[in-house]
Structure formats: structure tokens, C-alpha cells
């Protein structure tokens, strides 16, 4: 499969919120793929959201880039009218240039798709001690706060695109597999 073939829905009867997680780490500006690795991945995205806008242009796409930290770069906009603006985010400079944080990406994008308060992914004593008192449990024990399915007529997708391995300290398998619990298709 390539990466443009992303831009299909999964399924024709039903529209889509995409949340493209794009990595803006420091290894993303090698330039071993000409002119960098993420020049490659910013005209990836681009050709992928023009052709989404084509073929389906009353689903949504939103974007989030990530390194050591998240950070939403655009909210999800009916992307046959909003291709261009989706576009221009993607040029958006990202100052943070830390490690490849897969858990902060995932778990930004939970936030995004079912509400709520997100986990700092790599808490001090002061943020776990504030963590544990009003946000989710922590996703070392095993009392996690489940994500509840929505019931409506929407696929929930995400697109990964990513050079590297994962360098924070939270394992993103647990954050990924509540999302597939969730019904959210996540392709990497």
C-alpha cells in the first residue's frame, strides 16, 4: 500500500475525521531523502490531503505534529473546502526539536477525538502528583479510564508518519490499543 492510498475511506457509507500525526523531530531533517526527510513528509501530506479533498471533500482532516511534545498545528476542517489552509499548516515551524514521542501524539489525538484532559507523558513528581489528582490514572497500573465508543456515523482514522522509533517514556501500545478498543483505525 502507499501512502496516498490513505486518502480511500475505509468504508464508502460512512465519512471520516482524519487526524494526520505528523514528526517534526530533529532526525526529520536529514537530508539522506532530497531535500529532507520532512520536506518529504510535509509533500506527502500535502498530495494527500488534495487528493482526500478530491475524492471525498465532506470528511474532515485535522493535524498534529510531534517530537518530545505534541502540538495541534490545525483542528479538523471539511477538507474540500479547507485543503488549502490544511496545507499551510503544514509548513508551521515546530521550535521543540526533541526526541520522537509516539505516546504524546496518540494521546493529543485521543484528547482530539473523545473530549477530555490528556496525560503529561513524561510527568516530574509535581506532574504526576497533579496527574493522578485530576486527570487520567496513570497507564502503569491498571485502572485506566476507558474511552467510550462514540455512536455515531463517523470513521475515526489516524495516519502516522514517523522516520523513527519511539523515544519518550510511556509505552504508546497501551494508548494505541484504547484507541483501536475505541473503534479509531490508526495506520503508521
Known sequence: MTYINTAHRVSDQVKEVTYILIDFSGSMYSDDYEPTRKEGAIQANMRLIETKAQLHPHDQMGIIAFEGNAHPIHHPV????????LCQ???????????TNFTSALQLATSCFFGGKVRDPSPGMLSRFLNNLFLEPSNTGSTHTPITPQNDEVTRRIIMLTDGGHTGSCDPVSVAQRLKTAGVIIEC
Not at 78 to 85: A, E, L, M, R
Not at 89 to 99: A, C, F, N, V, W
Open 78 to 85: 471539511t477538507v474540500g473546502t479547507g485543503s488549502k489552509s
Open 89 to 99: 499548516s503544514l509548513r508551521k515551524e515546530i521550535k521543540d526539536y526533541g526526541g
